[in-house]
């Protein structure tokens, strides 16, 4: 192969390199910005759910994004300015990234399976147990939310709150539980001041006046969908790298050639001088 053609394959990948971690920079920030937005949209739902707040999309796509923005940073640079400290910071990071991001589409995948089998009850019981009428910890503005914009009550039906730890001795549910007297293309406040106040404590409120769906299925199917994203996601984004690993591997091992090149051509283009032997 000759010199010039190796020159301008290892100048496109030099390129290449730099054009795919660029497309990663702003990959990185973008998805950054997303998780950041679910933080402040779909805080409340971490609530209601502690032991799926550490596996939401809004934790993962800010490590995933803060991670490659990094990443992305040391690759381009590194192949611009042909530095092999940044290359293989680069590659090693990549690597580990890549690894994680397989391991987070598969465990996302996974948890999925779970998630149905253990949801339910998990609902219930912060329903039972943690709903407090002062809302000290957020659950009871929680499900005031959930309820009035997924238009159900309770979990599985109304009768889910009945007798529950806030209210042991009586069959009440809460306020969002009854049927506004507005249209539902009102706003959400509109229709919270629609309700009438102590609607569901009032014993002689008829069942019917009760919005008749549980927010089991509509609640499993925002978080699946999340799982979902983070999954296919992040598969995706890992089957990308490996092409940026590879690239990066072959501009370190080009590094090296042409630096032993160099080496070797320094050493045979020194001159030799010819000794006269001494009598």
């Known amino acids: ?76 640079c590194g192949a611009w300015f042909q530095n092999k400290c940044l290359l293989t910071t680069y590659l090693v990071s990549i690597v580990i990234l890549m690894v994680l991001e397989i391991t987070v589409g598969t465990l996302s995948f996974a948890f999925r399976r779970q998630l149905t089998n253990t949801l339910r009850e998990e609902l219930l019981d912060g329903i039972r147990d943690r709903y407090v009428l002062d809302d000290s910890n957020g659950i009871r503005g929680t499900w005031d939310q959930i309820q009035m914009n997924f238009d159900c009550c309770g979990v599985n039906n109304y009768t889910d709150w009945h007798s529950i730890s806030a209210w042991p001795d009586h069959q009440w549910v809460p306020n969002s539980c009854c049927i506004p007297a507005l249209p539902s293309n009102e706003t959400l406040y509109e229709i919270e001041e629609s309700i009438e106040e102590e609607c569901g404590r009032h014993p002689e409120t008829e069942s019917s006046r009760y919005r008749r769906h549980g927010c089991y299925y509509k609640i499993r199917h925002f978080v699946l969908n999340n799982l979902h994203v983070v999954g296919i996601t992040s598969i995706v984004v890992a089957f990308i790298q490996f092409f940026a690993i590879v690239g990066a591997l072959l501009i370190v091992c080009t590094m090296d050639y042409k630096k032993r090149n160099r080496s070797v051509f320094s050493h045979n283009s020194r001159p030799t001088y010819n000794r006269v032997p001494t009598l």
């Open 1 to 76: 192969m000759s010199v010039s053609v190796m020159a301008t394959g290892y100048t496109c990948i030099r390129h290449f390199l730099c054009f795919v971690n660029l497309l990663f920079w702003v990959l990185g920030s973008c998805v950054l910005g997303v998780g950041v937005w679910l933080t402040i949209s779909y805080e409340t739902y971490a609530r209601i759910l502690p032991s799926y707040h550490m596996l939401s999309a809004d934790n993962l796509a800010i490590a995933v994004g803060c991670l490659t923005f990094f990443v992305a940073f040391c690759g381009c």
